[in-house]
């Protein structure tokens, strides 16, 4: 005799942190959730953080599970019983879990953050379509809801020329000396601006050094923001490989509060950004982990702390026969009755998102780019449900509509 499975999905999200905390309460509010497994190596938090998701939701569908997300064998046993996950782990782990979730033949995106990691992740669609699943790496913020609002103004003209995005967390009122506050992990912030990215000029690639003054731009969003500055960092993820061949300019940079990239150009340029390890009084230390040690609590986000999420993407190209700009606008703010921050409420909500579409067979199957995976329409129809704030303007010769 069959059982016939209540409905909705089952998920699971590896990684209680917040992130994780803000993706299961959006997959138990929007996700159709029947089951949703909270995972981490610390059972205690893994608990907490269900509790938590459940007393928002109003409802029991979460349940903590202590799981290793380093041990393949249990992450594949764990995978087996739902059809969507989450990896809010570090982008360390990113590929072997893809590979895990292929082999449980579930659908798997993440929270990304390195490219290096990303491609080898892309190739993996052989793999992934054979098992009937999908792979969507790089969900979240920037990469992931950022690559959607890019293709979203792509497609508002017929034509496109030009493409430039513009996006960062930053704290709502910054404080000296830092002006910044860190809502997600360390490691993440040093992996942006270390090494180089991709831009298209001419419609050619090349590569750009993170954090290059040369690069720095004084941004206006309007009050109170008025006097950001745009620095490069590694958060255009797969777009110069999609969008920008189809471009003849191309660039992505992060917002910051003034004073930022000088900040972090001097500690990079110290050395403290280095993994190989070096000889202090006859023991071996790495530099960035003592950086790490010494950044986070500096400048992690104080609890209750407003932060604020801010996109820009400008496009230029043609409308019919006729010059045309696009500018697509984002703002996302900390929710203090839910206590969740706007990089949190960003990051999750469109991880989850991602994940719906792939339970319910949105999503073909095969690794994919997110702004290739998900229709960019849909994701700022899903994004506006949410209450964030997109707006759109397309001006034609001077013309504004829309």
Known sequence: MLRHMPPGYAYAVLGAGRQG?????????????????????????????????NELAGRGVATGKVLDATDPESVVETLHSVDACLAAVSYRLNLELSRAAIEARTHLCDLGGNMSVVTAQLDLDGAARDAGVCVVPDCGEAPGLANNLCAYAYGLLSAVEELRLYDGGIP?????????????????LTNEYDGTTTFVRDGRPIEVNCLDPTEDEAVDLGPPFEGLEALVAATASTLPLTLGRQVRTFTSKVLRWPGHGAQFRAFRDLGLFSEDPIDLDGRSVVPREIFHALLDPQIRVAEGSPDVVLARVVARGRHGDRAAEVIVDL???????????????????HAAIVMRLMASGEVPAGAHPVEEAVDAGRMVAELRGRGFDVSERVSVLGAETG
């Open 21 to 53: 905390t803000a993706a299961g309460h959006d997959l138990a509010l929007r996700g159709e959730a029947r089951q949703l497994l909270i995972c981490d190596l610390d059972g205690g938090r893994a608990d907490e953080v269900a509790r938590r998701i």
């Open 172 to 188: 709502l009122h910054p404080r000296a000396p830092w002006h910044y506050e860190l809502t997600f992990n360390v490691d993440g």
């Open 331 to 349: 703002r996302i703010d900390h929710d203090p009755v839910l206590g969740l921050s706007a990089m949190q409420r960003a990051t999750g909500s």
